[in-house]
Nanobody, 125 residues
């Protein structure tokens, strides 16, 4: 079992900043990917940003230059620094992780994917 817990959501004014944090716990050998998705009411869940265990990042176009994802593999944690937020960023933000939970002698792995319950970010004046 792998559990994710997010923190840092809340109300922020347009143009302001907010930082989200997520920590994974459980039977984790190593991190493959960690990231953030978001879902606004009535809309599909969408990828915001992703970081691999090697530090490679990926962002959706609408947040490039405003949001920064970072990770700490030793702490099994991922962070999302949100700057110059806009009303369109209002959503529930969900942490995602793909982790190795077991390694085998033939160098194959057993993976697990997990989602956090989400933290609400509201951008409003």
């Amino acid at each position: 079992q792998v559990q994710l817990v997010e923190s840092g959501g809340g109300l922020v004014q347009p143009g302001g900043s907010l930082k989200l944090s997520c920590v994974a716990s459980g039977s984790i050998d190593s991190i493959v990917d960690m990231g953030w998705f978001r879902q606004a009411p009535g809309k599909k869940r969408e990828l915001v940003a992703l970081i691999t265990g090697d530090g490679i990042t990926k962002y959706r176009d609408s947040v490039k230059g405003r949001f920064t994802i970072s990770g700490d593999n030793d702490k099994s944690s991922v962070y999302l620094e949100m700057n110059r937020v806009k009303s369109m960023d209002t959503a529930t933000y969900l942490c995602y992780a793909k982790v190795v939970i077991e390694r085998y002698a033939d160098q194959t792995y057993r993976y697990r994917e997990a989602w956090g319950p989400g933290t609400l970010v509201t951008v409003s004046s």
